[in-house]
């Protein structure tokens, strides 16, 4: 078992931290007071060749596998969660969809600006009334002469304002279908940017459709088989979130473990008192843990295994790390830690939509203990006897 990266990798995670820690860290708490969509960082991550990292070379990407794309997506996060969900949701569930499930010509008409970063995507499939219940969405696409009018309202659709591709879930007579929708067609207007906790220089919006006119060439897979891609899609954009979920942890930890040896009390550091020790032992444990799930799952994909289950398993116990962690370091810091002085506070906040984007915490237990009744019918596996009395 070789837990070691591959010097491919390294260079990814390297050029990802020298770019996180010169371009975004600096200005991150300026982008979370001011709700501000940092264009320009996206500009230098396109330089980089980070906008499409595991898109293959043929459609404009950097042909790297999916870890190399998780590595990057932890040290985006690391210095600011917003910045690090916009690009997963431009990967993950912007791009990937159509390289997955497009057509030839839809590969070639819509992959290459999106992984060059000339255009950035969405994933439009949550609404009002639909939300861990995908299957309940409204969005109605009606059938007309050469393709769909399409009718409804998407909520909290990450990178809704900025994004000029969009995949969208709309139910059709065959059922739930997924098409790619050019942001500039007709019909298509803004609703209200929502104003969050936390991942603020993330833009969240609410897209609404009035009789939008998407021709058939541009429905992704048939009718009827958008649900399948929609939670395809989900299954690997939730290991995204999940290295979102270690890059908070991971600046959380360094900057408690930092502050605990240059703060004094009683006449020492407090990272020498044990109640303080303690906590800074504890909270790299859980982060090395939850790391080691996390490529572990990114591994699984790669491998082109199913990866449902070990992608929520990721996300779950990542997420919860990631409020664990900081949470600890907001009490390591004490009165300090609640200050606006300090990233902590920042970090505290952008943890907790971990647990709820990408499907909640719950939702993640639903699918994992569902594998687990799965795979002990598969090996016939059932109940054991009541031998109560016998």
Known sequence: MDFDLSVAQ?????????????EVAPHAAQWDREDHFPDEVFEKLAEAGFMGLCVPEEYG??????????????????ADAGVGVTLAVHTSAGTLPILTHGTGEQKARWVPELARGQKIGCFALTEPEAGSDAAA??????????????????????????????????????????????????????????????VISATTDDVLFDDLFVPEEDRLGEEGDGLRIALGTLAGGRIGIAAQALGIAEAAFRYAARYATQRTTFGKPIAEHQAVAFKLADM????????LLVHKAAWIKDQGLRHVEIGAQAKLHASTVANEVAYEALQVLGGQGYMKDHPVERYYRD??????????????????????????????????PDTVGA
């Not at 990407?61 to 690391?78: A, H, Q």
């Not at 050469?146 to 969208?168: D, E, F």
């Not at 943890?351 to 639903?366: D, F, K, N, P, W």
Request: net charge negative; glycine share 12%; charged share 25%.
């Open 61 to 78: 990407g950097g042909g790297m596998d999916f870890l190399s794309y998780v590595l990057l997506i932890e040290e985006i996060s690391r």
């Open 284 to 291: 790299q444990t859980k982060l090395e843990a939850a790391r």
């Open 10 to 22: 390294r260079d990814v995670r390297e050029r990802a931290a020298e770019l996180a820690d010169g």
């Open 137 to 198: 969405i409204q969005a109605w696409a009606e059938r007309v002469p050469g393709g769909y009018r399409i009718s409804g309202h998407k909520q909290w659709v990450t990178n809704g304002r900025v994004a000029s591709t969009m995949v969208l879930f709309a139910r059709a007579p065959e059922g739930v279908t997924a098409f790619v929708v050019d942001m500039d067609a007709g019909g298509i207007s803004l609703g209200e940017h929502a104003r969050k906790m936390g």
């Open 351 to 384: 943890a907790r939509v971990t647990e709820i984007y990408e499907g909640t915490s719950e939702i993640q237990r639903l699918v994992v203990s569902e594998g687990i009744v799965r795979d002990l019918a598969a090996q016939g596996v059932g109940p054991e």
